[in-house]
């Protein structure tokens, strides 16, 4: 089992840049794919990013992609993801997401294929 606790969302102007972290308890951090998810109000979680457990393998969805960057620390078992160039829409809560695999080069995009999941940070972008 692992938990998860994210950090670094706060509000930020158009245009600027937040890095999030996501900490992870237990000493099997390396054995989980991980991902990123988000949620606006009044709308569904969707995918942003995720890594497969050695971090050479990532997935974006095309809203973020070439702005964010995900990646990972697996001697500090922290997931991270830069976001520059933000905009209005990206605001949303934040969320962190372990899978449990056995493949090294597995990349997760399906929500209901994570295991166990953060509390989530806020971020707001403000125009």
């Known amino acids: 089992q692992v938990q998860l606790v994210e950090s670094g969302g706060g509000l930020v102007q158009a245009g600027g840049s937040l890095r999030l972290s996501c900490a992870a308890s237990?000493?099997?951090?390396?054995?989980?794919?991980m991902g990123w998810f988000r949620q606006a109000p009044g709308k569904e979680r969707e995918f942003v990013g995720a890594i497969s457990r050695s971090g050479d393998f990532t997935r974006y969805a095309d809203s973020v992609k070439g702005r964010f960057t995900i990646s990972r620390d697996n001697a500090k078992n922290t997931l991270y993801l830069q976001m520059n160039s933000l905009k209005p829409e990206d605001t949303a809560v934040y969320y962190c997401?372990?899978?449990?695999?056995?493949?090294?080069?597995?990349?997760?995009?399906?929500?209901?294929?994570?295991?166990?999941w953060g509390q989530g940070t806020p971020v707001t972008v403000s125009s």
């Open positions: 997401a372990a899978a449990a695999v056995t493949l090294t080069f597995r990349v997760i995009i399906a929500s209901g294929q994570y295991d166990y």
């Open positions: 237990g000493r099997t951090f390396s054995t989980y794919a």
